[in-house]
């Protein structure tokens, strides 16, 4: 973003001139607003794209063990082990499935205080290796810095801002640097290294622009479904229109289970454990596996899946969490939960037990259950894997075990599947480790040319002044960047209205000045 100050040499009484100056101050006003909160989201972002590396190196003495032929505890025995750890009256709330032999078993409980904390335990000794918070956690402090800058609602707006007013920044960038004249593709997208102090920055500004603006605008149209205030509307409407997420799919389970009318005496013969399924023996639940039924919603730092279908990025997993909590109620209900004897008496199957459904439908590793939090809720089983065409919830009948939603991937309507991609893309999810240090390269690459402009503006910016652009004292013809504006507005009607902030202070700077430009033309 070059910023340069108001000079009567620089006002050139011709329609080329005026609107590359007009592109000019639209490019000034957006970097000015974005260059901040680019700077942040873009140094967070890096940091979260690397969450499966970073969070088992930072908390090794607890989501890290020595893989062992031994095997495993029951996940009862060490639900019920992770439960004995914490104060009285904790209730369950999910079970981090992950099958991987050298990682612990996770489970989220939330504490009397309504706290959430998740406890790591030894698989194969049953060993509680210890707690780890999931409101205070450093990967979700680093996400609610991403998504508000911890300031809640006004800050999922102001980083709404942010995203849109970066796609201005971008398209009036590329714009700016596009070769004209007898200028070559080779000299715009090659630095010129030989050139020194601010001329060296203007040019590595302008080729790293071009290099990413298409990175950038992909980053910006994969967050944005996931804002809290366009994503959220945005995502009610291809609801609406058929083409968004089916009810279930995140969020609270559209379905309840068929509470026995006798606790004691449950209906397992011939019950389908799922569907298609083969029947098991007439016989009772023994009152062991009973008491093993807890499912728990673990998600690597509180999945708010459900707000994050806004702006991205964040991790799919972590907020799937979100949803998780919230389908965990499933059948409706407060956020008290239940304990673990609640759920015994309850006579809900063990986990074990939904385990074992959940894998006879394909799910075997690297989900959360959600324990149902009320005597009509159920099991829900929420696996977002890297490739989105894998993506599985199911929502289990907690005594019979069957299935009574199952929706993968095909369920989606098209704007839920180009989303899904968006989101596994943006977090760096999709094809591994490359995935990973190509968004590292984008985000950092933003965070430098935020900075090269800052630090542009800065040398150039006249004392006492704010160094807008200039701007012709003659009326130049822009009939493409008005309707681009104002449709960029319609879309996003939040903009819409600070575009128009920005328009009209925009006019009253130029009643200002427009009478000593004309007399320097002149």
Not at 63 to 68: C, F, I, K, L, N
Not at 232 to 240: E, G, L, N, V, Y
Request: hydrophobic share 45%; with cysteine.
């Amino acid at each position: 973003m070059e910023i340069p100050f108001t000079s009567t040499r620089d006002v050139q009484p011709n329609p080329a001139a005026g609107r590359y100056r007009t592109l000019w101050r639209w490019h000034f006003y957006a970097g000015l607003f974005v260059m901040p909160w680019l700077m942040v989201l873009a140094v967070t972002g890096t940091i979260y794209v690397f969450q499966p590396q970073i969070e088992p190196w930072l908390y090794h003495d607890r989501m890290v063990v020595a893989a062992s032929q031994a095997p495993r505890l029951t996940e009862q025995t060490l639900m019920e082990r992770a439960a004995a750890s914490l104060p009285r009256g904790a209730t369950i709330s999910s079970v981090e499935v992950n099958r991987d032999p050298a990682r612990s078993a996770e489970f989220v409980f939330r504490l009397p205080g309504g706290e959430r904390e998740s406890v790591y335990v030894n698989p194969y000794s049953g060993e509680v290796l210890g707690t780890l918070s999931v409101e205070h956690r450093l990967m979700k402090q680093v996400r609610l810095l991403h998504r508000a800058m911890m300031l809640g609602k006004p800050g999922e707006l102001l980083m709404e801002l942010a995203g849109c007013w970066t796609l201005v920044m971008l398209v009036t960038g590329v714009a700016l640097w596009w070769p004209r004249g007898s200028a070559t593709w080779a000299g715009a997208l090659k630095p010129r290294l030989q050139l020194r102090g601010r001329p060296l920055l203007r040019n590595l500004h302008g080729v790293a622009g071009l290099w990413l603006a298409a990175g950038g605008l992909a980053f910006v149209l994969t967050g944005l479904p996931w804002s809290g205030s366009w994503g959220k509307q945005f995502k009610a409407i291809a609801t609406q229109a058929g083409m968004g997420y089916p009810a279930g799919a995140w969020g609270e389970a559209p379905v309840r289970s068929r509470m026995p009318t006798k606790m004691d005496d449950l209906p397992i013969a011939q019950v389908p454990w799922a569907v298609g399924d083969t029947t098991v023996p007439n016989s009772k639940v023994p009152a062991h596996e009973m008491s093993a039924m807890h499912g728990n919603q673990g998600n690597h730092g509180d999945p708010e899946m459900i707000g994050m279908q806004g702006m991205g990025a964040s991790s799919q997993a972590d907020d799937a969490s979100a949803a998780n909590e919230h389908a965990a109620h499933g059948g409706g209900g407060g956020k008290q939960g239940l304990t673990i004897a609640q759920l015994d008496a309850q006579g809900a199957l063990p986990i074990d037990r939904v385990m074992q459904i959940a894998e006879r439908k394909g799910v075997s590793t690297g989900y959360s259950l959600v324990v149902p939090s009320r005597a009509d809720g159920v099991y829900t089983v929420s696996y977002f894997p890297p490739d989105p065409r894998d993506e599985r919830t199911l929502h289990i009948d907690q005594y019979s075990g069957k299935v009574l939603r199952d929706i993968d991937y095909d369920a989606y309507g098209g704007v839920a599947q180009a989303i899904s991609y968006g989101t596994s893309l943006h977090m760096g999810r999709y094809f591994g480790a490359a995935n990973q240090w190509l968004c590292a390269l984008i985000s950092m690459g933003l965070f430098a040319m935020a900075a090269t402009g800052a630090a542009m503006w800065w040398i150039r910016r006249p004392s006492r002044s704010l160094g807008v652009p200039a701007r012709m004292p003659m009326r130049v013809p822009m009939r493409g960047w008005i309707v681009s504006l104002v449709a960029l507005g319609v879309v996003f009607p939040l903009m819409g209205a600070t575009m128009l902030a920005v328009w009209g202070l925009d006019r009253i700077w130029v009643r200002r000045t427009t009478k000593p430009l004309r007399q320097a033309a002149q």
